[in-house]
């Protein structure tokens, strides 16, 4: 034995599975009760209505599987690039209408999302760009004429195009965008122009290789109404402007560069563009919420400028549903994988004739998959639910459900992104160094995931806007107005953010401690004395320091009072969802994934124990409970991520495949270059 190899055995006896030579299973302390057995395919079906689509657009791929290549991260970006044109290419042959979709049947564009995310997240982003953005921007801003224009070409593919808001100096801050839009009044024209470098636009998807033209936004400026020499800026607008006269030949006055190799999503054609002077006629200008006339004259229906801008970019919520729909997909991918993968490795044994133990029966792998399990259950049924309130605000236009819409997308977007790129890491640590494998895709999955948390908002930013609405809320709650849907708990848990009493904080019973009625009003009354305190300190930190330095001193507690918030609604969709389940033993198992979500967050804040909501004996028996939880979990843990229906095309990863349940190293040995 090499001292190597020495070293390693007297490590691995100190392995308390190892050591236990009576009953080394489970290999927890305690003996779990068991979920009962249940049909994958019912739990598919009751999770994913739609799975015709999926049977239809995975079929393409079925069909040429020459689109199916296994390390993307091996091709350069032109041919990576060109793979993507050719995989949107045979969508569309195949009948599929993505904006037609986004417009009359939104439910099934973000599933086609979602469902893209895992044959390749360059294909989600280069649709969501094509789609959402240059799509949904002039469906959303522009009026009746733009959309007969431009709908049919763009929803081809004829009409390539970008969305150009973010510009070298400013992501985040929107207002403060450079790029300028002057009204020639003589000609009718605007003149789009780049002021200087900082104005250049950046990142711009579609912009180097494929866009024809683009939605840009700049500063609308026309002529002083006062008749005086300067112009009057009305901040920023709109506007669809050519980028090129044919493919591969620039617009006069348009300057292009690629903004070559980026971290992952290489099949997306990023680029930079300047403008100098480019003139475009009066009506590019996308006029649903403000317009200017022959004479130069601006006018807006909206009572106030912030309302405009809000409006504005209220409308492109659906950028963000979609990538809280393809960031889900990714997340049950790395899941699917790592779970498949956990169940079959196995690493040490008690020795003698027993078999070893599959890494998953190890407490400590159980307690990083099957929180992450219940979470991606959890924030599938709060997606679910914001798609259906993104159906219903579009039908009806009702402006406490587009407040509602906007927050929560913004919300959802930034708990469900950061939280897939967590847990992409953690699936590739459970997966030890087979994870490491490029072929097994949870690398490339987690460097094109990464930016879902920084394009269309970045999380820190949208989480505070959704903690802004929070606020406004409250405030607007003590002048008795109704309180939008999603945060009408608050209305109830708000009366009870104080301490709870006394019985409750020490019930430790299994009955109590998985009772939703608890673990429901537990979240609400986090969320509710959040609320309360944060908008107590905002009150006396504004009166020192004035509105923005309040708000910052305040920011980490905003930023925990929003994913809070997100949390209750999560939870409060997902028991919804458990209680529409009409087969009991799916039922079972969602009903334990839904208290395993709660239970852990529970466990993770100490909120809870700083407020004496839980006394110290309840804290642990909290922890006891996630602990025993994942045991019971254990057992159907396998089916739970089968009932993803991730078809073996389409995960392409081996050590994750279903069909590598019977032979765990068959397809990794082959897609390694191995005979088998
Ligand atoms: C691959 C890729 C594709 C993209 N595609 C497009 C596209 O097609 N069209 C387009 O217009 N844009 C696109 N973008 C740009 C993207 O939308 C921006 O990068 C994003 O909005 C963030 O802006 P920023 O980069 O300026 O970051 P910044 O706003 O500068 O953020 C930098 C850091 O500062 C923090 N920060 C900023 N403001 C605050 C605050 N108020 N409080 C606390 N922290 C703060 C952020 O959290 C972050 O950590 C793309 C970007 C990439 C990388």
């Given at each position: 034995m090499s001292r190597r190899q020495d070293v390693l055995a007297g490590h691995l006896s100190a392995n308390p599975a190892q050591n236990?030579?009576?009953?080394?299973?489970?290999?927890?302390a305690r003996a779990h009760r068991q979920l009962p057995r249940f049909d994958a395919t019912l739990m598919e079906r009751y999770m994913d209505p739609s799975h015709l689509l999926k049977e239809e657009v995975y079929a393409v791929f079925r069909e040429h599987?020459?689109?199916?290549?296994?390390?993307?991260?091996?091709?350069?970006k032109e041919e990576h690039r060109e793979l993507v044109r050719r995989c949107l290419r045979a969508l569309l042959a195949s009948g599929q209408s993505p904006l037609t979709l986004l417009a009359s049947d939104p439910r099934r564009y973000f599933y086609l999302g979602e469902l893209m995310s895992l044959v390749d997240l360059s294909l989600t982003v280069k649709m969501g760009v094509q789609y959402s953005l240059w799509g949904g921007s002039v469906l959303n801003l522009g009026s009746e004429e733009h959309r007969r224009r431009y709908f049919d070409a763009i929803d081809r593919f004829d009409l390539p195009g970008c969305f150009?808001?973010?510009?070298l100096r400013h992501g985040s801050n929107v207002?403060?965008?450079?790029t300028e839009a002057v009204l020639d009044v003589e000609t009718d024209e605007w003149v789009i122009h780049?002021?200087?470098?900082?104005a250049l636009k950046w990142?711009?998807?579609?912009?180097?290789?494929?866009?024809?033209?683009a939605t840009v936004f700049a500063r609308l400026k026309v002529p002083a109404a006062s008749g005086r020499r300067e112009l009057d800026d009305h901040g920023v607008h709109a506007f669809v402007v050519p980028?090129?006269?044919?493919?591969?030949r620039l617009a006069p006055g348009v300057d292009i560069q690629d903004c070559g190799y980026?971290?992952?999503?290489?099949?997306v054609d990023n680029g930079a563009i300047r403008f100098t002077h480019v003139r475009v006629p009066?009506?590019?200008?996308?006029?649903?919420?403000a317009s200017v006339d022959r004479a130069g004259r601006y006018s807006s229906p909206m009572p106030s400028a912030a309302k405009r801008f809000a409006a504005t970019l209220g409308e492109l919520t659906g950028g963000r549903v979609g990538l809280t729909a393809g960031s889900l997909g990714v997340l049950k991918g790395g899941l699917t994988i790592a779970i498949r993968y956990s169940a079959q490795r196995q690493q040490f044994g008690p020795g003698g004739a027993a078999p070893e133990v599959?890494?998953?029966?190890?407490p400590s792998q159980q307690l990083r998959l099957l929180p992450a399990l219940a979470t991606a259950y959890a924030l599938t049924f709060a997606k679910d639910a914001l798609v259906d309130k993104y159906v219903e605000m579009k039908r009806t236009r009702d402006e406490a459900l587009t407040a509602d819409v906007h927050s929560l997308s913004a919300g959802l977007k930034a708990y469900t992104t950061g939280f897939t790129a967590a847990t992409l890491s953690v699936c590739r640590e459970c997966c030890g160094?087979?994870?490491?494998?490029?072929?097994?895709r949870l690398g490339a999955l987690r460097s094109d995931h990464d930016i879902f948390q920084t394009f269309e908002g970045d999380n820190t930013v949208l989480l505070q806007q959704v903690a802004g609405l929070l606020l406004k809320e409250y405030r607007d709650s003590f002048r008795g107005s109704p309180l939008a849907a999603s945060w009408s708990y608050l209305r109830a848990a708000l009366g009870d953010?104080?301490?709870?009493n006394p019985l409750l904080a020490h019930d430790t019973t299994p009955r109590h401690l998985r009772d939703p009625r608890f673990l429901i009003s537990a979240l609400r009354h986090r969320t509710a004395r959040m609320l309360h305190t944060v908008a107590a300190r905002l009150r006396k930190h504004t009166r020192r320091h004035g509105a923005f330095k309040a708000w910052n001193r305040c920011l980490l507690h905003l930023l925990d009072l929003a994913r809070a918030h997100i949390e209750s609604v999560a939870l409060e969709s997902m028991y919804a969802g458990v209680q529409r389940c009409n087969d009991p033993d799916c039922r079972s198992s969602l009903k334990a994934l839904a208290d395993l979500f709660a239970l852990s967050r529970i466990h993770a804040d100490i909120l809870f124990r700083n407020d004496d909501y839980l006394s110290p004996e309840k804290a642990k028996a909290v922890k006891r409970m996630v602990e025993s939880l994942c045991g019971e979990l254990r057992g159907v843990a396998v089916a739970l991520v089968d009932?993803?229906?991730?078809?073996d095309h389409i995960l392409r990863a081996p050590i994750g495949l279903a069909s590598a349940q019977h032979d765990p190293y068959g397809e990794y040995l082959a897609a390694t270059g191995w005979e088998t």
């Open positions: 236990d030579a009576v009953a080394p299973f489970p290999t927890s599987p020459e689109l199916l290549v296994k390390e993307l991260e091996a091709l350069s150009a808001m973010t510009e207002a403060a965008l450079q780049t002021p200087d470098d900082g990142w711009i998807g579609n912009a180097a290789e494929d866009g024809l033209a980028l090129r006269t044919a493919p591969g980026k971290v992952g999503l290489n099949g009066r009506g590019a200008l996308l006029d649903r919420f599959a890494v998953l029966d190890y160094g087979h994870g490491y494998a490029a072929v097994n953010a104080l301490p709870a009932a993803f229906g991730i078809p």
